[in-house]
């Protein structure tokens, strides 16, 4: 069995949206990008807490999905 390849472009989430952290599996509020030398995004628990960054290739819709890619 093959894997699937990478999107062709990163998902881009839109401001508040839920997405799941693929390195972790926690889902989080999109807070916007980081600031790293790499494309990062911060992330929040959905009920609030402390934010954190991951790699905005590590991202995919809450919900499983990839709309539009």
Known sequence: MSACPPPARPYAPQLGELVRDL????VG???GPG???RPTV????P???CEWEVAASDIEPADGSRAGQ
Not at 23 to 26: I, Y
Request: proline letters at 6%.
């Open 47 to 49: 009920r609030g807490g």
């Open 42 to 45: 911060y992330l929040r628990p």
């Open 29 to 31: 509020t999109y807070m």
């Open 35 to 37: 600031y790293e030398k």
């Open 23 to 26: 390195t972790t599996g926690r």
